[in-house]
C-alpha cells in the first residue's frame, strides 16, 4: 500500500509492504526520521508521541496504514528555517533535559497538550498532562517548568527551583 | 580550583548538546541506519531453570523477510566470555550453550530484512524446554557467605566488638527491611548497530565506558583494538547498566559477522530484565545499640542479598554503615542468595542506595524510641573522622547541609510524635529526614589536548554523556585548564578513537575525565610557556620558572601581567602549526590514601497520605548537598533532582514482581513496574553546600550522580511513618502497606 | 506480530460483513489491540480498521435527554465536550484519570470498554491463563494476585476489568448500541459484561463480527450532574490502573438522597454496580454512618480471590470517600488530577 501523509509540512508518500508496520517504525526505520524514539513500543511511555492531526499520539500503538491521508508532526518538524521552536528554547534554558531521549515526545506533548484543553495557569494541570512521558532521568521539575513559561505563565507554588 | 571570575568553570551554562537534543538531531546508537542493515532480535527464555530442548528454526526461517536464525549451533565463535579477561570473571550470556540460567536469557537470535519480519521470526521460534523448577523465592532460598560485598569490598568487616557492645547498650534497636529488585530502565534500551568490514569492526552502542568495550570486543573478536571503533555520542540514560557490554551487545556484533551485513538489534523494554544486571533484592537486618546519651556504640548491619546461581554480586549494601554514623563498634556481613535470576549489578548508587534505605529508617526508629528529633540524633552521632578507618575526611561539610536543609524545610517546627500534621484538605503530613552519602571515586583517565596556530584547541577524551552534562562541564574544563573562552575549545568525545576516560560510573567520570582534560590542558600550558620562555622576541622571555596564568589565549606572567604574550604569536614564531599534550590521571595519588572521601547530603521531605485509603504523594522535597566544587551548577541541580526521584522512585513505586513458581518476572514493561510520572514530582529543591576540599583530585570535585538517591529514600519513608504512625519495613512503600497492617493500620 | 490482511472499512456494513470471517478483529484506536498483538496474545488473521467511519464518531443529545456516543469519539474529545462533561461529570473524570494524554487521544470510546484485562498472567504467553486458552488452567489463582478480583470471580478466572469509563457507564445504566449481519440490537452495557464463570474466554455478550456503533446514556442519568464523582486509588499519581475505583452519583435533595448510583472498579471482570447499596441510600438522609452502612452492603459479597483480602477493606473506604464527595458536589473548575484522592478538599474525620 502506498500511505500518503503530510509529513512536517511536506507530502511525503511511501511505498509499505506490511501492515503491521506502526507509525513509530515507518518514521525511524523506513523514512530515517530517527528524532521520534522507542522506549517500550507499548504505549506506556511517551518517548514515541508525534502530532497526528496537531493531536499527540503514541506512534508506537499506531499502525502506518491508520494514518493514510492525515498529517504527522514529528520533532524534526518543530524549529523552521533553523529557529528553534520557542518551546524548544525553554528546554534549554530551564533544562528540561538530561540524556535527552524522552525529551522529543517531551516536546511533542507540550505542544500538543493546549489543543486538547483549556490552560489554567496550574503547574498542577501541567504534570497531570505530561504524565504519559516518562523520563527516568528525572527532569520532570524543569519540564513543567518550561512548559509554564513556553504557555505563558509561570506559576508560584510548586516551582520553587530558583533560575540560576 | 574553584569557579572565578571570567572562567568557565562554576559557571551555570545551558547544555551544549541541547540544541541537537531538542531537534531530534543527536545520534542515539538506535538512530544508526547504514546501507542494507538487517534486522536483528532476540528470542529470549521463557523458563529461568533447564535447558531448550527445541527451536522451530525452519518455521522462522519460512517466514518472508527471515534472512538467518543464530543459536549455539552456528554462532560464529568467540573467546570464552566468562574468561579470565571479563569484568570481575562476570560471564555474557551469549548463546554459549542451551542451558538456561533465568529467564530472558537470550536463546536465539532472528536476523531479517525488516525489524517486523525479525520479531515475528523470533515469536515463531516457539521454543520447547526442559524445565526444572527454579530458585525463585528469596524468602526460602539458601544462603551462602558471601566472598565480596558489590566487587571490592569485604564481604564481612568488623571494628570494635559489636557482640558486647551491643549487651552492654542501654538501649537496642533490632528490626529487619526488606528493598525489591530493581531494573535500571534507560529511556534508551540497549541498542547496537554493528558493521563488519573484512577484520575491522564499527560499532554504535550506548557505552558508559567506550574503551573498556573496545577492548572487550577486541578480547572476545581476537582482533586488535584498532580496528574496532565504538561509537557513543549519547547515551539515553545508563545508571550502571550501561557500563559494561552486556551479551545482547555482543550478540548483535555476532549476527552481523554471521550474515556478513550490518545489523541492528535493539532490545525490547521486556527483555531489559534479564541479562542487563539489576539491584538485587535485599533483606538488612539492624541492629542498633545505644548508651545513655544516645550515643551508637554498636551498629550491626547484616544483609542477605540475591544474586545469580552461576556469578556472584552481592549489593554492597553494608558499605555505609561503616562510613556514616560514629559508633563504638560497627559489623557488617553480606550473605548471598543464589537465584535463577540475571546477575545483579551497578545501579545508581549501588550498595549505599539499599544500605541508606533500611539504615536511615533504623536511625529514625532509634530517634524516637529515645525521644530525640531525628535530626538531633542524626547530628549526635555525627563522624567526624570515618568510622571504620578512623580517617580523616578530606573535607566533609555533612552539617552546613543539615543546617542549610533544615532552616530551608522549616524543619524545626516538626512534631515530635506522628500522626500530628494534616493539610486544609484534611490529609495526613508528615516529616522525615535522611542523610545522603556517596563515595568520592575516581578511575585512571586520558585525554588530550591540541592547541593550533590559529589559536584554538581541540580537547579529546572518551568521556561518555548519559544525561550528567559531560558534553558541557568538560567543555567548562577544557576552555578554563586552556585559558580559552569557550567557544576557542572545539570537545570531543564519545568515541573510542580517544583518549581512554575510564567508565562514566561510581559518580567519578568528572573527577576521573575532568582531572584528565585539566590535567592535558594544564600541561599543554606549561609547553606553551616554555616556548614563550625560550623566545627572545616574546614578552615572556626569561620567565622559565615562574608563574604564567593564562586567560583569553594568552599567557601573563603572574607577578606582572604587563608582560603576556598571546598563543597565535607564541606558536607563529616558533614556527609551529601545534602542540599537543597528553595526560593520564588515575586513583593511586598517595593522598588518597591518607583521607577518607565522600560527598554528603540532607534531605528532607514531606509526604501526604490519605488517612483512610493510604495513597501517598510527596509533596516536597528540599536536599542539601556538598559535593566539592561544582563545574556547572545547573548541571548539577539536575543531576541532584534526578537522584531525588530516583529515590522517590525507591521508596514508592519501584518493585520487580517475581513469579515463585516460574521465575518470570511479571512486571517486565514499564506499565507494571511503575517509575515516577511528572505528577508524581510536586516540588523539588536542591541547594548547593559549598565544600572546598583541596584532596579529592585537582578540580576538587567530588561526584553528584548518585548522592541524591540516599537520603531521600528514608527521608520519604520516615515522612510516611511521622505521617500514619505506621512504620513500613519494606520497599517500596504501598497503599496495602498503610492499610493492611493489623491493629495498626491507619 | 503475524502478518495479517488490512482492511480499511467505509461503512458498517462493509465492517461488519469483513468480519465475518475467521480470527477477524476490528480496529478502532488500537492502544489496545496493536499491543496485545505485539505480546502475541492476539494473533488475527484480518484487522478491519473502523477509524475512518466518521459516523461513528460523534456525541449525539438526544430529543429525550439522553446522550448517545458513537464508538469511535475519542476519550479526550468525549472528556472535554463542554455540554457532556457537565451533564456527566463522573464519566468526564473517569475518562481523563485513565492511561495518558497520548492514549486517550487514541482510544474510542467503543475500545475503551472492550479492552482486555491487565492480569499479569494473561499478557505472559508461557503462563496459563484460561481466558487465552480456555482450559489451560489460572497460573493467577497461587500467583501475584494482590490486585485481582475480590467479587465475581470464579476458580477459573480472577482478572479484573481494567476500564475506568465502564465504571461510571454501568453506574448511569448505560446501553450498548450492537450492529451485526443480522441486524441492530441494544444491550445494557451492565450485561454485556460476562463474568468469568466457567467460560472465562468470553468478556461480553458481543457476537463474532458484531460491532458496537454506539453507547447511549439514558435521560435521568444526568440528573445525578451536581454530585457525580469517579475516585480511583492507585499507586503512583497519575498513569496507572486502579487499584479500586468507585462512581458515585446521587440526587440530593435538602440532604436528602432522591437516587443513587454505585459502580466499582478494578474488583472484578466487570464494572461492579452496587444495587444493594444503592437501594440502602435511597430516601436517606446523607451522613457518614449512611455511607458506611451502604459501603458494608456493597462489599458484602466480596471475597479474596487470593493474597488481596486488603482490597476489600479498601473497596468499602473508597466507596464511602467516593459518596463523601459526590455528595460535597462537583465543581464548575475542572480538576488538575481527575479521580485523584489528591485532587480535592475533602472534609475528613480524623481515623475515617
Ligand atoms: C499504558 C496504558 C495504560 C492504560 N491505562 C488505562 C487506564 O488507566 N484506564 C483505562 O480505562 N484504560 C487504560 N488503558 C487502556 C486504554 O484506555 C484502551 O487501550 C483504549 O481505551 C482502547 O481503545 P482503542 O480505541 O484504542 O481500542 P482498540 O485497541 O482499537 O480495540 C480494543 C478492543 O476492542 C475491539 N473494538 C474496538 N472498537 C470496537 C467496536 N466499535 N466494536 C467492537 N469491537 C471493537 C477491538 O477489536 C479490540 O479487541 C491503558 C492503555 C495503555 C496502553
Ligand atoms: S485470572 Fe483470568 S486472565 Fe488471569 S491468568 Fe487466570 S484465567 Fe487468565
Ligand atoms: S515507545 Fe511508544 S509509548 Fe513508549
Ligand atoms: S532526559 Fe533522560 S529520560 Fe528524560
Known sequence: MIIRIELNEKPCSIEVDDPRVTLLDLLRERLNLTGTKKGCDRGQCGACTVLVDGRRINSCLTLAFSVDGRSVTTVEGLAKGGKLHPIQEVFISRDALQCGFCTPGQLMSAVGLANEMPLRNDPEQIREAMSGNLCRCGAYQGIVEAIMDYHGALSTDGATHETI | MRGRHGSSVGQPLTRLDGHLKVTGAAVYAADNNPPGMLHAVMATSDIANGKVASLEIEAAKRHPGVVE?????????????????????????????????????????????????????AALLAPRYEEHSPVADFDTAETFAATAAGVFGPARDEMGNVETELHAATFRLDEVYDTPA?????????????????DELTVDTPSQGLIMAQRRISDLFGIPLENIHVRSPFLGGGFGNKGFLAGPQILGILAAR???????????????????????????????????????????????????????????????????????????????????IGTPGFMRAPGEASGSAALEIAMDEAAFARGLDPLEFRLNNYAEVEPISGKPFSSKELRACYTQGAARFGWADRPLLPRQMRNEAGLLVGWGVGTATFPT???????????????????????ADMGQGAWTSFAQIAADSLGLSLDKVEFRAGSSKFPDAGIAGGSAHTATAGSAIHAAGRDLIAKLAAIAARDERSALHGTGNKDIVARDGRLYLREDEDRSDSYIDILGRAGLGEIRSDSKVGPDD???????????????????????????????????????????????RSQYYGGMIWGLSFALHEEALIDHRSGRILNADLAGYHVPVNADVVSLEALIVDEYDPHVNALGAKGVGELGITGTVGAIANAVWHATGVRVRRYPIKITDLIDQPGRSI | MKRFEYIRATSVAEATSAAMEQNAVFLAGGTNL?????????????????????????????????????????????????????????????????????????????GNILQKTRCSYFFDLASACNKRQPGAGCDARDGENHGLAILGWSLSCIATHPSDFAVPMVALDAVVEIDG???????????????????????????????????????????????????????????????????????????????????LGGVALKPWRARAAETRLKGQVCSDTLFREAAEVALADARPSGNNAAKIELSRRLVVRALRVAEAGNTDQPRSLPGSVFAEQPKVSANG
Open chain 2, 258 to 340: 554471521l550474515v556478513g551485513k550490518p545489523v541492528k538489534l535493539v532490545m525490547r523494554r521486556d527483555q531489559m530484565y534479564g541479562p542487563l544486571g539489576h539491584r538485587g533484592r535485599t533483606q538488612q537486618r539492624f541492629q542498633l545499640g545505644l548508651d545513655d546519651d544516645s550515643k551508637l556504640v554498636a551498629l550491626n548491619h547484616t544483609i542477605k542479598a540475591a544474586t545469580s546461581i552461576f556469578d556472584e554480586f552481592v549489593e554492597p549494601a553494608g558499605k555505609i554503615s561503616q562510613t556514616l554514623y560514629a559508633s563504638r563498634a560497627i559489623a557488617t556481613d553480606h550473605q548471598a542468595v543464589p537465584m535463577h
Open chain 2, 182 to 198: 530493581q531494573y535500571h530502565n534507560p529511556m534508551e534500551p540497549h541498542a547496537i548497530v554493528a558493521s563488519w568490514d573484512g
Open chain 2, 590 to 636: 598517595p593522598i588518597r590514601s591518607d583521607y577518607a572521601m565522600h560527598a554528603h547530603g540532607a534531605v528532607f521531605a514531606e509526604v501526604l497520605v490519605d488517612p483512610e485509603l493510604g495513597q501517598v504523594r510527596v509533596s516536597r522535597l528540599v536536599g542539601a548537598f556538598a559535593a566539592g566544587a561544582i563545574i556547572n551548577p545547573r548541571l548539577v
Open chain 3, 34 to 110: 496493536v499491543d496485545l498483538m505485539k505480546v502475541g496474545v492476539s494473533r488475527p488473521d484480518r484487522v478491519i480498521d473502523i477509524s475512518g467511519l466518521a459516523e461513528l464518531a460523534r456525541v449525539e443529545f438526544l430529543p429525550n435527554g439522553g446522550v448517545r456516543i458513537g464508538a469511535l469519539v475519542l476519550n479526550t474529545d468525549l472528556a472535554y465536550h463542554p455540554q457532556f462533561s457537565r451533564d456527566y461529570p463522573s464519566v468526564a473524570e473517569a475518562l481523563l484519570s485513565a492511561a495518558s494524554g497520548q492514549l486517550r487521544n487514541a482510544a474510542t470510546a467503543g
Open chain 3, 181 to 263: 449481519i443480522s441486524g441492530h440490537r441494544e444491550v445494557l452495557l451492565d450485561a454485556f459484561y460476562t463474568l468469568p464463570g466457567d467460560y472465562p474466554e468470553r468478556e461480553t455478550v458481543l457476537q463474532p463480527g458484531e460491532l458496537v456503533v454506539a453507547i447511549r446514556l439514558p435521560p435521568e442519568a444526568k440528573t445525578f450532574a451536581q454530585h457525580s464523582r469517579y475516585l480511583k486509588l492507585r499507586d503512583r499519581t497519575s498513569f496507572a490502573f486502579a487499584l479500586v475505583s468507585v462512581a458515585a452519583s446521587l440526587v440530593v435533595e435538602e440532604g436528602m438522597i432522591r437516587d443513587a448510583r454505585i459502580a
Open chain 2, 441 to 463: 571515586l575516581m578511575f585512571n583517565g586520558q585525554a588530550r589536548a591540541v592547541l593550533t596556530a590559529d589559536g584554538a584547541a581541540t580537547v579529546e577524551t572518551a568521556a
Open chain 2, 69 to 121: 536464525v543464530m543459536t549455539p549451533d552456528n554462532r560464529p565463535p568467540i573467546a570464552d566470555p566468562a574468561g579470565p579477561d571479563a569484568p570481575f570473571g562476570w560471564r555474557l550470556d551469549v548463546l554459549q550453550s542451551d542451558i538456561v540460567h533465568y529467564a530472558k536469557q537470550p536463546i536465539a537470535v532472528v536476523i531479517a530484512t525488516s525489524l517486523e519480519a525479525a520479531t515475528e521470526g
